[in-house]
């Protein structure tokens, strides 16, 4: 569906105050009215007003798209993309979508997101205004949260030192050491305020699992209905581990034939 | 990671080819080579060149953003977003992303995707350009799929009478049956080249499962690996059944308020 529950509840409540229907407390009507606002139309825990997605050129879709579509079901909060400058932005593949909020502009979030990519997201973990508005945000967030390889970056704005931390399958615990985290094989890990997520699809999970942190149960179920997320994958899959080893193999030399040279760049 | 296994096994290739490497049959690296060649650099069993996204102003971002990256992974293919116009379209919060196809540029696709959404979903199944455009494409296609609602569009263009289909939850049958389409409660729904899926995450699910009709199990690990794709929902939920009663009637409610009266409006 198009809305998002918190749209359709704000309309809901709209339109039930509008009718004066719930005036009347011997009302079936209003009772109904009542337990149902009781249930779903609840504020977060920590208010939550701002959720800034940051984006780069080449950043991964789902990455971005995933966490962007579902925290936007929180209430009372505006989500939005945040780049080092405004104007449009490319995914991985060329996809460009206009990003009207830049870095300069942004001085707070509730809740902070940094996708992940490949080479573009390493070139991130070296570019200073980049990382020094992360540490700045950082300041005053709810959760400071990464997604795949977005774990680079955190990682190497220093915010992940002596922390507990996941990322992308691809050389994660080495990954993790460069900017001293420990990894743990995990869909999701929380340090603190400190969210990761292991790659790609995994920020989904986290986002729900954050929305249920703030919402509870029947709001991440009400979430989850609007998602229709009740997942099939084709195979018990999508781990090194759950994917045939030749498969697996296969997939770390091609990343590696991409990634390594870049990534031995770095460590010099 | 950023790259697709598609860019990542072109690179390969390439970087094998020029290297010289597999020259050699009795080298071990080359009997590695070929051994991981016939694994996953896959063509499909079909040839699959073209995949478009078919986007109006208020589509649902998971809908559209979901399949787009997920079949992109196709060897040979290339994946882009349609209009009816080219220039910005706006998802259901705003987001504008720049598409450069309209319709009149697009006169054969091997795979067209019809992503849901609310109101303008509704809209969309009374505009006969875009029923017409869809007709025309539908001719030639492999596969003519739709996400979550989509298939109220996919519906109003003709093509799913007397056909077995899926769609979001919400009135499914009702809506499917306006149509003249047999609702059946599954993640997705095959029926001839006709792909349906239920609502928003389901296309996730929908275009793997194309992918692994295509190209086999080993290179549908890949993709999933690639996505890291081994979910963890924080509830057995998702579906009005897993969910508990009073959340799913409540959901069900707060659609109606939204979408019933354009619904009855367009039953007269």
Redesign the interface.
Known sequence: ?????KS??L??VL?TSLSGYGQNPSDVAAQRHQ??MA??YTQPKIPIKTIGILVYD?????DA??P??IL?QIMGSK?F?VAKNKG?IKN??G????VDTSFTEVSKLDILVIP??????LMQTQDSVTLNWIRKIDKTTTYTTSV??GAWILGASGLLKGKTATT???RAEEMLKIYGANFKEE?WVKDGKYWTS?????G??MS??II?ELMG??Y???V?????????????????K???P???D??K???D??MLPFIKGLKK
């Not at 569906?1 to 529950?5: N, Q, V």
């Not at 292991?198 to 995994?202: D, F, I, L, S, Y």
């Not at 989850?224 to 090194?240: I, R, S």
Request: glycine share 8%.
């Open positions: 569906m198009k809305e998002t529950i359709i509840l309309l809901w339109a337990e149902m249930i779903l080449g950043y991964n879709t789902l798209m995933g962007y579509h936007s989500v993309f449009m991985q593949s996809l460009q979508i206009k992940g990519g490949a080479k573009e997201t795949c390889t992308n399958w691809y869909r292991a790659g790609v699809t995994a989904m999970d729900l699992a249920d149960k029947k991440t179920q009400g989850m209905l609007d998602l229709e997320y009740d997942p099939k994958p084709p195979y018990n899959a999508g781990t090194p759950k994917t045939e030749i498969v697996a296969m997939m030399e091609m990343y034939m991409l």
